[in-house]
C-alpha cells in the first residue's frame, strides 16, 4: 500500500542511500513523456524537501526541455535489494549550468564528472513509497565506465561543434544551451 510523506525522512535518506540507479521522469504539454534512467554517485539530498542530480551530456536534453516548457518532474528509486521498496519523489526542478547563480553551492555537493553539463535542483512536494514486491532482487556489479572515459578523452571543441546545435527536444521544446563547461576556458561560455 502507498504511504505519502510531506518530506524525506531518515527512513528514506537510507534507502536512497544505498541505491546504485534511479530514474527521472518528466512531461510537457504536446510532448512525450521523458523517462531517463541515472547512474553513478550523481544524487545528493540537500534539505529535507530538496533534492539535486548531475547531468552528463548524452543523447539529448529532454529533461532540460521539458522542467524549462513545465517543471514538473518525478525521480524513482526501486530497492533491487531486501526490503522490498519503491520511492518516488515528486516536484519541480530547474536546471542549473555552471556559468549561473546557484551553481558554485549545487556543485560543491559533487565529485564533478568529466562530461557534466548542469545540476537539476529538485523541490520535493511529496515522498510517495510503496511496496515493490513485483520489482526482482538484483545484485549490483559495477559502474558502465563509457559515458565518463568517452567525455575524458574528448575534443572539447569538437564536442561543442557536435552539440551546439542540439537546442531542442526530440518534440521541438527548445532547452538552454548546455555545452559541457572547462573551468579557466572563456571559449566554453555561452554566446
Known amino acids: 500500500m502507498a504511504e505519502f510523506f510531506d518530506a524525506l525522512d531518515d527512513r528514506h535518506r537510507a534507502m536512497i542511500a544505498r541505491q546504485k540507479v534511479f530514474f527521472v521522469a518528466t512531461a510537457a504539454p504536446d510532448a512525450r513523456i521523458n523517462l531517463s534512467p541515472k547512474g553513478y554517485d550523481a544524487f545528493r539530498i540537500l534539505a529535507p524537501d530538496r533534492v539535486a542530480w548531475l547531468d552528463l551530456g548524452g543523447s539529448g536534453n529532454e529533461t532540460n526541455a521539458h522542467l524549462l516548457a513545465d517543471g514538473r518532474v518525478t525521480v524513482m528509486f526501486c530497492n533491487f535489494e531486501q526490503p522490498a521498496l519503491i520511492l518516488r519523489l515528486y516536484g519541480t526542478a530547474r536546471p542549473v549550468l555552471p556559468w549561473e547563480g546557484g551553481w558554485d553551492e549545487l556543485a560543491a555537493q559533487f565529485t564533478l564528472m568529466p562530461g557534466t553539463r548542469q545540476i537539476f535542483d529538485m523541490q520535493v512536494e511529496s515522498v510517495q513509497t510503496s511496496c515493490g514486491w513485483g520489482v526482482p532482487l538484483m545484485e549490483f556489479e559495477r559502474e558502465r565506465s563509457t559515458l565518463l572515459k568517452a567525455h575524458a ?16 527536444s526530440i518534440d521541438g521544446l527548445p532547452t538552454r544551451q548546455t555545452d559541457r563547461y572547462i573551468p579557466g576556458d572563456p571559449a566554453t561560455l555561452p554566446e
Open 153 to 168: 578523452q574528448a575534443d572539447p571543441a569538437e564536442w561543442a561543434g557536435k552539440h551546439r546545435n542540439r537546442r531542442a
